[in-house]
């Protein structure tokens, strides 16, 4: 049975964190990770994987040393994904391969890539001469195969990570763009709020720097240009930001009910107090002028966690480097917080790790426990140079030591979605 | 503690599809006497069923919001606008911002003018690279990479329609549309939502998509046959596409009697599995999802099933040994084959039948084409219960 001090302030079962992994462009696993962001190191490098001549940005978070043999960003994702996994499991104490739970992946979509392609037009067979989808399908005709098959499906990675942790069920695989790390946390805390599972394995991974993808964010100017020197290239709410910095990586959570944790005896890292959600109907790219849906985002998951902002210690920014996202994530915080805001350090993770797209707001969230766990806030480097209209307690460039209760963890993503997590600490700690 | 749970009804539908668009121009889908629209030609050697011609401003009234999103994105966004409709959730921002929303969703169109110019360019030799980064950089349009995102269906939803109370977006072929069912129906009933959008689309007349089905050698070529019937077909494969748009309405009893609006049908569970697909663990496994669904009561069963021989055999046979009371129906019998969207289009057709009074509890099944076994149940609502 569970007491009264499993439930949180509206008598729902309150959800810890009992294990974290991850994997980063600055190394694999929490340690390596935790000492280079609390270094305040980059793992920003120039692109080595594919030829970057004609590309604007030729830099990049890429994460090199899990070897797939060929880039395939399924498999890569899917690695990293299995890394982080089956660090957080095994840091929960669970079976590495009966987590008995079910899976919540937050996971890139992903096409039939650009080598296969070529592959195909090169393949033997009776067909036409002429470039294009009706060669490649009477290729495909007569030299069928499922594993070129399987890079085009969704939710292949899911599958595999499925088969291999013993998850159980049927697992999510979901996108909500950049907020897509943050979304996973959100659908298994809401899983076990309900009563339908005791634990879920929460999680997002991106292994998909590719040529085309970098163009395809060139095309919307959203990337950095500052190729000369890499690693100073993510400057969150620095003046002379110009755009994000693509990034590989995979974050990992076990959460589980209170109940569930305290009754298996396990250590509890963290609790996700709560979450707020809203879409913002404007632009396919750009906030709302006024900030209304990141206002109601950060409002809505502030009073999911039943908490005021001046419960909140420190903020783990989405802090892309954009110009639009850094201004209008400040003014939204500005909104909510009132002038308390210059009292709350803010500092963005992905000004060493860059944006790890579907994987940051899960990322993110493992270096939230880390930081209320560990007394350390990670800084924002790269911060020399000040943005005058949105000042702010950055953290700048040198790691803080702080004893905090409670993370305001945000995502902002295309498509207008917003995603606020309140992680805190173990009410019993 | 967890309090009790609620009823979850279906108040609005939102269809689109080769048979034409809205409730009731698919209200006799099931009907095993109609025949199906087909395209032959365009896409030969496949068949596929094509979308109806549709007028696009019906639903997405801005130019520029059509101009912003391919065929993918339009189908669902116009068949969200009809579920809205259809529910009669006013259209004013503070109503739909209230308004939850659970998409089901793959990618989008490439723009295959592009990639046949890359592919050209690549064969000259001693290439890196280069001249795909240079084609891609000059050639691409800047906007078809938002209308290829797959979560951008749900953003043009919430910027077309207003729907901003939350937005998710499920991928994985058939899975990510029982999930997506799955994930509303639960939420509904525990209280965590009040009314939800579910739903997806998906664009059958692509070659780009058609390309990845026939590298895997699913694609049937052959004439045209009902989906049951190509289990004993002498190895043609048996997937038939199709070009469907499937939204629902879900919400709780309370809210759909406080506002007066009216059910299709009760949605009282939605399972899902996957697992080892030889014979015998997915004869297992697809058995305890219909046992759990309430199978045996059912009096109707409308499958999602692909017409993949191996596959729909054991659903055939589970369905006759644990549901042996009901009718059985193939929603890609007349809609084709629709993935991602599949699970959802084959519940709106059952909620349709019950609410016309064809039958009284209903299974809808889904076996995915690779992975992702589906069942949801529902039963007709009384006429105490504002049924349509």
Redesign the interface.
Same mark, same amino acid.
């Given at each position: 049975m569970?007491q009264a001090s499993d439930?949180d302030f509206a008598?729902r079962p309150l959800v810890a964190v009992t294990g974290v992994g991850v994997v980063s462009s600055l190394g694999q696993g929490v340690e390596a990770n935790w000492d280079a962001l609390t270094a305040g190191r980059s793992g920003i490098h120039r692109i080595n994987r594919? +030829?970057? =001549?004609?590309?604007?940005t030729t830099i990049a978070g890429t994460v090199d040393f899990i070897d797939v043999g060929p880039h395939v960003s399924t498999n890569l994702s899917f690695a990293m994904a299995e890394a982080a996994a089956t660090e957080a499991i095994g840091m929960a104490g669970l079976p590495r391969d009966d987590f008995a739970g079910p899976l919540f992946l937050a /996971?890139p979509?992903?096409?039939?890539e650009?080598t296969s392609?070529?592959e195909? =037009?090169k393949l033997p067979g009776d067909a036409r001469e002429?470039?294009?989808? =009706?060669r490649?399908?009477e290729l495909?005709?007569q030299n069928?195969?499922?594993e070129?098959?399987e890079i085009?499906?969704?939710?292949r990675i +899911?599958?595999k990570l499925?088969d291999r942790l013993g998850t159980r069920?049927?697992?999510?695989?979901?996108?909500? /763009?950049c907020a897509?790390g943050a979304?996973a946390i959100q659908?298994g805390l809401? /899983?076990i709020?309900?009563? =339908?599972a005791e634990r879920a394995l929460v999680m997002g991974t991106d292994g998909s720097v590719t040529?085309?993808a970098l163009?395809?964010?060139?095309?919307?100017s959203a990337l950095s240009t500052q190729n000369e020197v890499p690693e100073k290239a993510s400057k969150p709410f620095s003046k002379d930001r110009d755009g994000f910095v693509m990034a590989e990586g995979s974050g990992a959570l076990v959460l589980e009910s209170l109940a569930s944790a305290r009754a298996r005896g396990a250590t509890v890292l963290a609790i996700v107090a709560g979450v707020g959600?809203? /879409?913002?109907?404007?632009?396919?790219?750009r906030s709302k002028p006024d900030g209304s849906?990141i206002i109601a985002t950060i409002r809505a998951g502030l009073a999911d966690a039943g908490l005021s902002p001046q419960d909140i210690g420190y903020i783990n920014a989405h802090g892309t480097s954009t110009p639009e996202n850094d201004k209008m994530e400040a003014q939204g915080l500005a909104a909510v917080f009132g002038e308390a805001l210059a009292r709350v350090p803010i500092s963005s993770n992905k000004s060493m790790i860059g944006h790890t797209l579907t994987a940051a707001g899960a990322i993110e969230a493992v270096f939230s426990v880390l930081t209320i766990q560990r007394g350390v806030l990670p800084p924002t480097i790269n911060y020399n140079n000040p943005d005058p209209a949105i000042p702010l307690d950055t953290v700048p460039n040198t790691a803080r030591k702080a004893e905090v209760n409670a993370v305001l963890s945000n995502s902002f993503?295309?498509?207008?979605?917003n995603v606020s997590l309140v992680i805190g600490r173990d009410p019993r700690a | 503690m967890v309090a009790p749970k609620r009823d979850v009804l279906v108040t609005g539908i939102g269809l689109l599809s080769s048979l034409g668009e809205g409730v009731e121009a698919h209200r006799e889908a099931l009907a095993s006497a109609g025949a199906p629209r087909l395209d032959g030609s365009s896409f030969a050697p496949y068949t596929v069923h094509p979308l109806v011609a549709v007028d696009w401003s019906a639903q997405i009234p801005k130019k520029g919001d059509q101009r912003q999103m391919e065929t993918w994105q339009k189908i669902g966004v116009y068949a969200a606008g009809l579920a809205l409709a259809d529910a009669a959730v006013p259209a004013d921002e503070a109503t739909r911002a209230g308004v939850d929303m659970i998409v089901a969703a793959g990618g989008g169109e490439r723009d295959t003018t592009v990639d046949a110019l890359v592919l050209a360019r690549a064969r000259e030799a001693g290439d890196n690279g280069a001249r795909m980064n240079a084609t891609l950089s000059s050639e691409l349009r800047p906007t078809l990479f938002l209308a290829q995102l797959s979560n951008l269906l749900a953003g043009n939803i919430s910027i077309v329609h207003k729907v901003t109370g939350s937005s998710r977006t499920f991928m994985g072929e058939e899975g990510a549309g029982i999930s997506a069912l799955a994930v509303a129906q639960a939420r509904i009933a525990a209280g965590q939502s009040d009314i939800c959008l579910v739903g997806s689309a998906y664009n059958a007349e692509r070659k780009d998509l058609l390309l990845n089905y026939e590298i895997a050698g699913m694609l049937r070529s052959g004439p045209f046959a009902p989906v049951f019937e190509r289990i004993a077909d002498g190895g043609e494969p048996g997937l038939v596409t199709g070009s469907v748009g499937a939204f629902l309405v879900l919400e709780p009893a309370e809210h759909a009697e406080a506002r007066g609006a009216r059910a299709y049908a009760r949605l009282t569970r939605v399972e899902g599995d996957r697992g080892r697909r030889d014979a015998a663990a997915l004869e297992k496994r697809l058995s305890r999802l219909v046992e759990a669904a309430g199978g045996l009561d059912a009096d109707l069963v409308v499958s999602g099933a692909t017409g993949l021989a191996d596959a729909t055999r054991v659903e055939r046979d589970v369905l006759a040994a644990k549901a042996p009371k009901a009718e059985l129906r193939a929603a890609g019998e007349r809609l084709g084959h629709s993935f991602e969207t599949q699970f959802i289009a084959a519940t709106a057709l059952a909620a349709l039948d019950l609410a016309g009074g064809g039958h009284a509890r209903a299974l809808v099944t889904t076996v995915g084409h690779s992975d992702a076994e589906g069942v949801a149940a529902l039963e007709a609502v009384s006429n105490g219960e504002a049924a349509r």
């Open positions: 569970s439930l008598g594919f +030829a970057t =001549d004609e590309l604007r /996971a979509p992903v096409e039939l650009w392609r070529f195909l =037009d002429e470039a294009g989808y =009706d490649l399908i495909a005709r069928r195969s499922d070129v098959y085009t499906r969704f939710s +899911a599958e499925s069920g049927l697992p999510v695989t979901l996108s909500t /763009a897509s979304s659908l809401e /899983a709020r309900r009563g =339908d040529a085309e163009i395809r964010f060139s095309l919307l959600e809203k /879409a913002d109907d404007f632009h396919r790219t849906p993503g295309f498509g207008g979605q | -």
